[in-house]
């Protein structure tokens, strides 16, 4: 067992030349710029290559040519960076190309960015949000098995709070499932023989054998996501079974809710978390669940208002779910302000319970 004191930034580094990356282009934006420079000092002593790009769009789509080679690769920047990679990420998803993007937010407002994104198509993208630093080390694993197992981009969404803490990480790295080789990739021994490969967004296929088709391969994708979707759902419930109180949270505040819902619990106080780790595939069903006993629901995120649409979705009486997070900064806008105070965060959700108990 390897155990290293390091801050996030560096574990989801080391995690990711651990699953095998090998070419990262990015730019700089805080405060994803100390993920960029972790890799920039570690990835080429790993035979890998790392650029800091002149803008996003050239980052973005560096490791689109790369990861088209069958190569493991990764871009990143923070939300609004990645929002100018928008349109690249929507053809990977589209023309079944994996990439991994690491977006490291300033608060949590990026979660419909993450979620949603704002390419064009039916294009979806796996998105994990790790709670604290071994998991990020955890997730950043397996953001890059998942993208290559099903041929489409992964979003890594963390914020800069988890980048810039340190703590001790375990570096044993996981026992994942052995993927297929990579058939599809496109580079160049096909070149001359009649059998190079072409992707694009309105097919797939080979120069004599032009492939299904647009609506065929459209068709295929939406059957892919709606597997994934149902397969690939990702959660932690904690003191669900009797909770009459449900706060619902992402990423890092949830582990400050978690904190919150321990002590209150610990005084006999029904109160429990749904934390959903993948924020797609929403966990829709295991929340369904998680709420049967729940007369209020809050949800806590450091927005004002976006995972919050899911919550609704997947809570049979949309009427019990309440907002009890919001905006969050310091005057910079660059860090998280005082929402993360355990007695704020308390605060708010004994306001559900004195709806509940009255």
Request: glycine share 10%.
């Amino acid at each position: 067992m390897a155990r290293i004191f390091c801050d996030g930034s560096e574990a989801m580094a080391r995690a990711a030349i651990a699953s095998g990356l090998r070419f990262f282009a990015g730019y700089p934006m805080a405060p994803s710029s100390d993920l960029l420079e972790q890799l920039t000092g570690k990835l080429p002593r790993a035979g890998g290559v790392c650029v800091a790009a002149e803008t996003e769009i050239e980052g973005v789509n560096m490791a689109l040519g790369a990861a088209m080679t069958g190569n493991r690769a990764a871009t990143g920047s923070t939300g609004q960076g990645v929002a100018l990679m928008q349109e690249t990420i929507s053809e990977c998803a589209l023309h079944e190309t994996p990439l991994v993007v690491f977006t490291v937010g300033r608060m949590q407002q990026d979660y419909f960015q993450s979620t949603r994104g704002g390419g064009w198509g039916d294009a979806r993208t796996i998105c994990m949000a790790p709670k604290d630093v071994p998991e990020a080390f955890e997730l950043t694993q397996r953001v890059f098995h998942l993208a290559d197992k099903y041929r489409m981009p992964a979003i890594l969404l963390t914020d800069g709070m988890l980048a810039r803490t340190q703590v001790s990480v375990d570096l044993t790295p996981l026992e994942l499932e052995a993927l297929p080789p990579k058939d599809w990739a496109v580079d160049g021994t096909g070149t001359g023989t009649g059998r190079s490969k072409t992707h694009w967004t309105w097919n797939e296929g080979k120069v004599n054998n032009p492939g299904p088709g647009p609506q065929k391969h459209w068709s295929n994708l939406a059957e892919k996501y709606a597997h994934v979707a149902q397969v690939e759902p990702r959660w932690e419930a904690i003191h669900t079974d009797d909770a009459e109180v449900l706060i619902v949270a992402f990423g890092t505040a949830a582990k400050f809710v978690e904190y919150v819902v321990g002590e209150m619990r610990e005084e006999g106080h029904k109160v429990g978390l749904f934390r959903p780790i993948t924020l797609w595939p929403f966990p829709e069903e295991a929340l369904e669940r998680a709420a049967a006993t729940a007369k209020v629901v809050g949800v806590f995120e450091l927005n004002a208002g976006q995972m919050i649409d899911d919550v609704k979705i997947s809570v049979p009486n949309r009427r019990l779910v309440r907002a009890i997070g919001g905006i969050s900064t310091d005057r910079s806008g660059l860090s998280i302000g005082d929402l993360l105070d355990a007695p704020v965060v308390r605060a708010r959700i004994e306001t559900l319970m004195t709806g509940v108990n009255a």
